[in-house]
């Protein structure tokens, strides 16, 4: 099936953006809000994200902000909850389009063309509410308000998702094999590209059991 073509040269211009993409063994930081959704195809997807606090114990989890930064986005959630519930339903419109585009990507198919423009739409709107902020020899990116907002997810998933569409990752972006509905997004970091599942002691573990029990009764026959 074919690929969508690379991007060209032009496109290197957007590297600084690509500070966005995580660089600790994680997932990139727009795969794992996509990842916020499990089993998206089986019959029962499983959503951890209900309400804002939500949001906020996963950027916990991911040190994507350290402890004055949580304990303002959950004051700014409580002073404001209509804004933090709309937030919230922006985050995860967001995060529909990530999956489609990069599960589209993973799959060989051209990504579906109003998702891939919200996409940048939202890329351009991150781009006005945030400064690169030189520290320590490395670039970070920051918020130009003070105080952390209610939309620093969507903000930074939104440079992370043009980060890797604009990177030679994006074509070891791959989506979970698993016949159940998976649906896990992840980039494939090992040298021949070969992984097939997103973790070795869940899904593809069960695959192998699979194939050794499909090659016992081949056996037996």
């Given amino acids: 099936m074919a690929r969508r073509p690379k991007p060209a040269a ?3 211009a957007l590297a600084r953006w690509r500070v966005s993409v995580d660089e600790t063994g994680q997932e990139p930081f727009c795969l794992a809000l996509a990842n916020t959704r499990n089993w998206r195809h089986g019959p029962a997807p499983l959503e951890r994200l209900h309400g804002y606090r939500d949001l906020v114990t996963w950027i916990e989890r991911r040190d994507f902000l ?4 949580l304990a303002a986005l959950e004051r700014q959630a409580a002073a404001h909850p209509r804004i933090a519930a709309r937030e919230l339903a922006d985050t995860i419109a967001l995060r529909e389009d990530v999956f489609r585009v990069f599960s589209d990507e993973a799959g060989g198919r051209l990504p579906a063309s109003r998702a891939l423009e919200r996409l940048v739409a939202g890329f351009n709107d991150a781009v006005a509410r945030v400064v690169m902020i030189p520290e320590r020899g490395r670039l970070h990116l920051r ?9 620093i ?15 030679g990752h994006i074509e070891r972006v791959r989506e979970c094999a698993d016949d159940r509905g998976c649906g896990w ?3 494939d970091s090992t040298r021949n590209g070969s992984r097939r ?16 029990r499909e090659r016992q009764r081949g056996a037996a026959v």
């Fill in 10 to 12: 032009s496109a290197d």
């Fill in 66 to 69: 350290d402890a004055d930064g």
């Fill in 143 to 151: 918020l130009r308000q003070g105080e952390q907002a209610l939309d």
């Fill in 153 to 167: 997810v969507r903000v930074q998933a939104s440079l992370s998702a043009m980060a890797l569409l604009t990177s």
């Fill in 185 to 187: 997004l992840f980039v």
């Fill in 197 to 212: 599942f997103c973790f070795a002691n869940e899904c593809g573990n069960r695959a192998r059991q699979a194939a050794f």
